[in-house]
Every structure is written in C-alpha cells, then in structure tokens.
C-alpha cells in the first residue's frame, strides 16, 4: 500500500486546508439484473489501491494534520454468497492503511459533520448530475446550522487537476506495471500477425489478442480493440470488427491490455497475405519514417507537440513524393492539407486510463516534456478514394504506434519488443 499512503499525503501537501471527496464508480446494468464488469474510478484507485464500488475517499486536511477516510460498503456475509468478498469498513482501514472508515451508509450524516467549520470543498463537481446534487445537499446540511455558530465551505473547488497533475507523473510502482502491460500487448500482437490469414474474420484475429491478454494475466483489454481491414483501417475509430479480410488488404490493429489498472496501446499494420504490395509499402515506410522522427524529439525538454510537428512534416513530404498533394512541403503544411490524409494528433498521455490525465498545455502554451511521463505516438496514413487519389492507392490505412516513457536522459520505448519494420512483419508472417 505504501505508493497509495504516499500519494494520499503529497495530495494533502498541494491542497489548502479543507475536505477532499473522490468518489469511486457503481456497478452498471447492461440489461436486466446483469452489470457491466466493474471498472474502478482512475483518480479513486490511484490514492486508495481499493479496488470495490460503492466506495468515497475523504481526507480532512489541517494547517497541522491530515486524515484520510474510506466510505465503503459494509460487510454483508448474505451478499458474499452470491456477489464475493467484500472487505468492510474494518477490513479496509487496517489493510489499506486508512485513519478511519465507515460504512458507505453513514455517508450522509458523516459528511454534514466532516463539512462542518471546513473553508473549502475539494470534490469531483461536475462529475454527474446525481453526484453534484448529493454534495449540494451536504453543504446546504450544514448552512442549516448556521445558527448554531457553524460555518459551511465558502469555497467548492475541482480536484481533478491537482490529482491529473499527479498522475502525469509515474512513479516506479506505476512504470514496472506499465512495462509489464507492455510486454503482454507485444506478445499479442506478435500472435495475431501470425494468425491472420485471408479468409478470416476480423473478429477471429481479436480474439487471439484477447486470449493473448487473458493467458498472460490482463484480464481485461484496456479499450474496445480495432480490428481493421481494408478500407475499414481508414475509419479512425473502427468497432464493429466484424468484415472478411480479403487477399490483399492490410489489416491495422489498434488493441491495448490492462495489468493491474494500467494500460498499454500498440498498433501495427500488416498486409493479410504476408507480403506487403508496392503501394502499401510506399505509404509504409512514410509512416514508420515518421513515427521515428517523432520517437527522436520525444525527449526532457521537448515541447509536447514536438513529436507531432515532426511526423507531420515526414508525413506530409511523403504525401508530395506520392503525388497525392502537390505543391512545396511549407505550402502544404501552412495549408493543412495534409490532414485529408492525416487528421489526427500524434499522441496522448497514457496511466490509468489509455487516454490519461494531465493538462497539455500550460497557460495556452503547450507544456514541455518531462522524466516520468507517458505518452503515446502514433502517426498515421489513411488514403481514401478521392479525385486526387490514385486507384492503386485506394483504402490503405496504415498507424503505427508505441507507448514511451520520458525519463532524464532520453526516452524508453515500451513496446520495443513488438515488430513493426517491413522485413520483420513478413518474416513472422512467413512463419
């Protein structure tokens, strides 16, 4: 628990005095009385470690001390049966290292009471409709008893950026889980690109990655897989998974797995057959070009938009030399028309969730880059048919992306175990 403790109390240092609430997430019902898998709240289990819904985090923070309170549900050895264990209020505060707890039914009347005298709220407003109006009944609780000398919160503030800003920065704990899921998510790749053969349906190679994931421990993938052939790898966000791929089409795979809550993204495109044509080679090698231009600025220091300038510019001469755009590569760049081909940005931040938290930009200047973040980078080509477009080109899509730690001296590639040259693709196909 100690990475836990020790976020709790930095939390408390980056705050002034008053009550913090993080709520975790509820089960969800997909249809009738059955739920959703359960999914945790990022910033909840990043300062808790408690992995159960129906459960708020509190800390009390004092120009003097700082108490941290888990709201949890209670144990219920009936409900154990048939649900599993639960841990109680008991249970959770000595196992993961609490001050208090209680049962997520005294929420309520704690609350009117923790509120009480405090000068500020620190919460998740704007986090749903029902959650607001549950915190305004507790602040309004105590406004009631202001007759009796009590004073309520004369501040309500959003915590999410202090704990954002937290989170954009791993810890060792977090890097060696990000590794890890890493690895498991090279390993399925490697495999799908060994099973992917014409013929096949886009949802079998998904399956092969999910087994991959499920037989190295990641029990749940950490988005929705693409799994996308042919013309379908032009569409961005690709879900239905459910096309023949056909001799002669590339097949791009945007999947990512999740280890101990933390994720990993990888896509590779690959040709169906094994060998790559002539044209999808071309537009290939443009795009890998580019995602090791922006691999090389992904360094301390860096501007966070550095790496996508540099793709963009490899990606937009590569357009030129294709005669897909014409014009010089300053014209091109300064009209935007590169982005028929290439619309989207060139990473994100990657932790808890794929697309993580943490600001870009930083009093409207984008940040610079720094040790111990994560982020993605991934470039991409994607030819749909159009008067300009040559048929031979038509409905290539091609991404290629990797996870990379910023650390003091340069960048670590996460993924590097997962194949992505063009010798390296066909000799596994060919195995």
Known sequence: MQPYV??????STRLPAGVVIVPNTTEIIRNADSTYPFRYDSSFYYLTGFNEPDAVFVQVISEDSTQNILFCRPKDLEREIWDGHRHGPDAAREQFGFDAAYSIEELDNKMVELLQNQPRLHTVYGHNAAWDSRV?????????????GITAPNEIADVRGTIAEMRLFKDEFEIALLRQAGQINSAA???????????????EVEAEILHDYYRQGSRF????SIVAAGANACVLHYGENNARMNDGDLLLIDAGCEIGGYASDITRTFPVNGKFSGPQKDVYEITLAAQYAALDVCRAGKSWNAPHEAAVRVLAQGM?????????????????????????????????????????????????????????????????????????????????????????????????SCPKTVAEIEAIMAR
């Open 221 to 224: 993938p950490a988005y929705s």
């Open 189 to 203: 790749h490697v495999r799908a690109m060994r099973f992917a053969r014409p013929g096949q349906m886009e949802y």
């Open 6 to 11: 020790t976020r709790r109390a930095t939390l």
């Open 320 to 416: 030129i030399d294709l005669g897909l755009l014409q014009g010089s590569l300053d014209g091109v760049l300064e009209s935007l028309s590169y982005k028929q081909f290439y619309m989207h940005n060139t990473g994100h931040w990657m932790g808890l969730d794929v697309h993580d938290a943490g600001a870009y930009k930083i009093k409207g200047e984008w940040r610079n880059l720094e040790a111990g973040m994560v982020m993605t980078v991934e470039p991409g080509f994607y030819i749909r048919p159009a008067a300009n477009v040559p048929k031979h080109f038509e409905n290539i899509g091609v991404r290629i992306e990797d996870d990379v730690l910023i650390t003091k001296d340069g960048m670590e590639n996460l993924d590097a």
């Open 136 to 148: 305004s009944g507790w602040v309004n609780g105590v406004r009631a008893k202001v007759r009796s």
